[in-house]
T-cell receptor, first 113, second 114 residues
Framework: GDSVTQMEGPVTLSEEAFLTINCTYT??????LFWYVQYPGEGLQLLLK?????DKGSNKGFEATYRKETTSFHLEKGSVQVSDSAVYFC????????????FGQGTTLQVKP | KAGVTQTPRYLIKTRGQQVTLSCSPI?????VSWYQQTPGQGLQFLFE???????NKGNFPGRFSGRQFSNSRSEMNVSTLELGDSALYLC?????????????FGPGTRLTVL
């Protein structure tokens, strides 16, 4: 079945460091891919998405490119801030699996001043 | 536009009781999905409703059920609560369109079973 694998955390960075969180997926067909972020005590917020191969999603300085050849959707940010500290989830949804997001296990990011 | 709202935000129940959680989607959204989030299992899909019909279901026991009303509001019910049902329950709504549309999440209901 479909699945998403994220790099294990926690990831600890200093402010202004470069961030990469790896995400790979297994899916039949052509899923849409998402990154969601969760702050303590809150629900999930959509960070960015990509719906087809080679699409780049971007938002708030974060970027991810849909790579079908490597089945990856790695999240990057050039310069992280303390306010980026949160849990990040990679997810996919397949056309054959209506309404069902499949999530990775989440990666905790801690940014220190 | 108002976001997805969930009520109540917090609930404490005891084993054997039942509970009903409510979700109001973003105006105009007709699809509502429910998820359970626990530290051990992560985020797991419960079910999805569209136009009052359950279109998809995850691998949860029959104690977990849901429904959707004509105004797209949705409820989920858990009967005969177990300690392991303690979790954050999230609902998400999607705009009309394809089955892979973006889902927008509510703040969740934190259920504690004692």
């Amino acid at each position: 079945g479909d699945s998403v694998t994220q790099m294990e955390g926690p990831v600890t960075l200093s402010e202004e460091a470069f961030l990469t969180i790896n995400c790979t997926y297994t899916a039949t067909g052509y899923p849409s891919l998402f990154w969601y972020v969760q702050y303590p005590g809150e629900g999930l917020q959509l960070l960015l998405k990509a719906t087809k191969a080679d699409d780049k999603g971007s938002n708030k300085g974060f970027e991810a490119t849909y790579r079908k050849e490597t089945t990856s959707f790695h999240l990057e940010k050039g310069s992280v801030q303390v306010s980026d500290s949160a849990v990040y989830f990679c997810a996919l949804i397949s056309p054959s699996n209506t309404g069902k997001l499949i999530f990775g296990q989440g990666t905790t990011l801690q940014v220190k001043p | 536009k108002a976001g997805v709202t969930q009520t109540p935000r917090y609930l404490i129940k005891t084993r054997g009781q039942q509970v009903t959680l409510s979700c109001s989607p973003i105006s105009g959204h007709r699809s509502v999905s429910w998820y359970q989030q626990t530290p051990g299992q992560g985020l797991q899909f419960l079910f999805e409703y569209f136009s009052e019909t359950q279109r998809n279901k995850g691998n949860f026991p029959g104690r977990f059920s849901g429904r959707q009303f004509s105004n797209s509001r949705s409820e989920m019910n858990v009967s005969t609560l177990e300690l392991g049902d303690s979790a954050l329950y999230l609902c998400a709504s999607s705009p009309p369109g394809t089955s892979t549309d973006t889902q927008y999440f509510g703040p969740g209901t934190r259920l504690t079973v004692l």
